[in-house]
């Protein structure tokens, strides 16, 4: 039975990192037609928020219990990552962008160690170095940075918000009243589509792109239907699913099959839109995906005695030694385009 839950976790663990994979990919497309990045996030999350209604309001007594909790979701896991993202995305190839924000359990590493100056073990920090050189490799310095900077930037931007809420995550839950992770999603996605609704401005949007056709890597694709795969296939399916494996795997595993994640962007992205990278991006970015491997099945070190349990839920994550367990669990149920 538990071998079957497993499997199940597993088989849950790839669609999330599939359908989180194919988001840059639908949402390019739209991006490329002249609809500003933001309109395009905006559309996701509002979609997908309304799609989670019911989920909401089955869950209202979150509002009084946790309401850091749910802001902190709404703008850096839902808001700040996806706008980032999906802004890099009109400056860098999609592969790029997601693999610059892999960057994430790398810089919480960095924020454990230099910040809260808690001990981290010898393979994490292993893991961080091969992430940064890795990266070096995909934006390929010794060009002289001839990369998109601002897009780099967009990307970086995205880590940094993963980063922030794996750090409001670690500090917010307690465990025998730790928040419902799907309740926490769908006002995450609740709050994330009014602070985008005054940010992003959706009554100035061209609305008739979506009526339209858009060129997919030379194939003209209906903006309706690219629009339907990012709301419910890339965004609620994704997050539902992600969340789930988690609760039937370690969250360690769980965050391992979700690097996946950029493999699978980076390849769609390659067959769809054409988008080619050098051999030198190819390996810098198998080696961010080693690193980030590394990175997020490391447990650091905790000052109490005895190995620390994996907890089910993003906000059920706590104490010293369990930045490394909210980190993998977010990473699948998510934070990410």
Do not use: N
């Amino acid at each position: 039975m538990h071998a079957q839950g497993r499997s199940v976790g597993l088989g849950l663990a790839l669609v999330s990192a599939l359908a989180f994979g194919g988001s840059g990919v639908a949402a390019k497309p739209l991006i490329e037609a002249g609809l500003d990045p933001l309109h395009v996030v905006w559309l996701r999350v509002a979609g997908a928020a309304l799609v989670m209604l019911p989920v909401a309001w089955r869950h209202r007594a979150l509002v009084r219990r946790r309401p850091a909790l749910l802001a902190g979701f709404g703008l850096l896991a839902v808001a700040g990552v996806q706008a980032f993202y999906f802004a890099s995305l009109s400056r860098i190839p999609v592969g790029v962008a997601l693999l610059v924000e892999y960057l994430a359990p790398a810089l919480v590493l960095g924020w454990v160690r230099f910040v809260q100056r808690r001990p981290v073990t010898r393979a994490a920090a292993v893991g961080v170095v091969l992430a940064v050189g890795g990266l070096a490799c995909v934006v390929e310095v010794w060009a002289g940075l001839t990369f998109d900077v601002l897009g780099l930037l967009l990307a970086l931007g995205a880590a940094c918000c993963q980063v922030g809420y794996f750090v409001l995550s670690d500090q917010g839950g307690e465990g025998d009243d730790a928040a419902d992770p799907l309740g926490v999603i769908a006002y995450g996605l609740l709050v994330g589509a009014v602070v985008l609704t005054v940010v992003a401005r959706p009554w100035s949007m061209e609305w008739d792109i979506l009526g339209g056709a858009v060129d997919m890597g030379g194939s003209q694709v209906q903006a309706w239907v690219l629009l339907g795969w990012i709301v419910l296939i890339a965004t609620v399916l994704a997050y539902v699913t992600g969340v789930v494996s988690v609760r039937k795997l370690s969250p360690q595993v769980a965050g391992v099959v979700a690097c996946l994640e950029a493999v699978i962007a980076t390849v769609a992205a390659w067959v769809l839109l054409r988008e080619h990278l050098s051999l030198p991006q190819i390996v810098g970015g198998a080696v961010v995906l080693v690193g980030a491997f590394i990175a997020q099945s490391s447990t650091p070190k905790a000052p109490s005695d005895g190995p620390v349990a994996g907890g089910g839920t993003p906000a059920g994550a706590h104490g010293a030694g369990e930045v490394q367990d909210a980190e993998s669990a977010l990473s699948v149920g998510r934070t990410a385009p």
